[in-house]
């Protein structure tokens, strides 16, 4: 038994702000299929922010003390999954350089954010996992996030597992590779920019005619899931790791519960 579970790595889950907020499901769903790929999870309690928002916003001071808060409570871990292209990128690109300059945190930051992974990549690339035995008779259609594709190289991954679930046709979605308009706090601050490019995302959504709409970050599927619904499409919007995990039969993403 305690070879058994040596074998298994100790993954830390950071389940993000907007998931504990507003769609535990990821999270569940992300737990159901690390355990599925042999891992041992553990969610921290200490876990909060990233610190994205602050440090996108210039409150420096405020993200950096959040940046520690995750490097202490997430530390013990050999790997840091996230369920977020956006976090993932915001722990493994900008932590070393927040932290550098404090000698009590920099190395631990660099340390960290090495063993940090977006949850497809981590499953694909480090676990060599795919679900088996898994149906999802539908078909979709996937939108990269900026920050997942960009910094983190979040493409093949998602498709290459989503591809083993039976029954399931991807079909391509022009403009994959757009911004949806969401940006985070871009929405916020330039509200009328961002709705146009979302209102030009939400059309070739429609255009694909598939029956669901799968990414990697929630809040890009809350902005396309809600211009999706005041156009009236009939598109449903799920995070990849739901439909990976056979959950993407519930209601979807601001649909009611």
């Known amino acids: ?27 569940f769903a992300a737990l159901q299929l690390l355990e599925e790929a042999g891992c041992r999870v553990s969610v921290p309690e200490r876990q909060t922010c990233c610190g994205q928002p602050g440090y996108n916003s210039g409150a420096t001071d405020a993200a950096t003390a959040l940046a520690r ?21 915001m722990i493994r690109h900008h932590y070393p350089e927040m932290l ?23 499953l694909h ?6 679900p088996s035995g898994r149906t999802l008779k539908a078909s979709a259609t996937y939108h990269d996030s900026c920050a997942g594709l960009r910094e983190l190289g979040i493409h093949a991954q998602p498709r290459a597992m989503l591809g083993a679930l039976d029954g399931l046709e991807l079909r391509k979605l022009d403009g ?16 009328a920019i961002s709705n146009v490019i979302v209102d030009e995302k939400a059309a070739a959504i429609e255009r694909t005619g598939a029956d669901l709409l799968l990414a990697g970050d929630l809040g890009c599927l809350m902005n396309m899931a809600g211009k999706l619904h005041r156009r009236g499409a009939r598109t449903r919007c799920f ?9 993407a039969s519930g209601p979807a993403i601001g649909e009611a519960r």
């Open 239 to 247: 995070h990849t790791v739901e439909a990976l995990a056979g959950m």
């Open 125 to 130: 690339t480090v676990r060599g996992f795919r």
């Open 100 to 122: 550098a300059a404090e000698p009590a945190y920099a190395e631990r930051a660099r340390t960290v954010a090495g063993r940090t992974h977006e949850i497809t990549d981590y």
């Open 176 to 191: 994959d590779n757009v911004c949806c308009g969401f940006g985070g706090t871009f929405c916020v601050k330039y509200p």
């Open 69 to 89: 808060q995750f490097v202490d409570a997430f530390e013990p871990f050999e790997h840091v999954v996230v369920p977020s292209g956006s976090c993932a990128g």
């Open 1 to 27: 038994m305690a070879e058994q579970q040596a074998t298994r790595p100790a993954v830390g889950l950071f389940v993000t702000c907007l998931v504990d907020a507003i769609r535990p499901e990821i999270g």
